[in-house]
Nanobody, 127 residues
Framework: QLQLVESGGGSVQAGGSLRLSCEAS????????MAWFRQIPGGAREGVAA????????YYAESVKGRFTISEDNAETTLYLQMNSLKPEGSAMYYC????????????????????WGQGTQVTVSS
């Protein structure tokens, strides 16, 4: 049974940092596109960063470039999102997702292509 379990969310002040984790199980980890999306209540899911698992290629939304880093521990089948210099507009529910399709910058604009999602972890950034 495929599972994605996020953790690491919390409340921080603007300028602070958080590291999100997504533990993956129940599928062949390498060779997929895994990504982090975020969503505010009533809003659309916004792609934040994506990574081709086992291959290392990474892709970022312009709004987070230079501040966020997506990475993986292939042996532990865990995806990470290091978030630095957080801004209040970064407050959202953050979701981990996996797609067996191609991994590229455009994937961040196509949440419908990601078939499996975690339950999310809340990030709140106060000013």
């Amino acid at each position: 049974q495929l599972q994605l379990v996020e953790s690491g969310g919390g409340s921080v002040q603007a300028g602070g940092s958080l590291r999100l984790s997504c533990e993956a199980s129940g599928f062949t980890y390498s060779g997929n596109c895994m990504a982090w999306f975020r969503q505010i209540p009533g809003g659309a899911r916004e792609g934040v960063a994506a990574l081709y698992t086992g291959g290392g290629s990474t892709y970022y939304a312009e709004s987070v470039k230079g501040r966020f880093t997506i990475s993986e521990d292939n042996a532990e089948t865990t995806l990470y999102l290091q978030m630095n210099s957080l801004k209040p507009e970064g407050s959202a529910m953050y979701y981990c997702a996996v797609s067996g399709g191609a991994c590229h910058w455009g994937a961040l604009r196509s949440p419908a292509n990601f078939a499996f999602w975690g339950q999310g972890t809340q990030v709140t950034v106060s000013s």
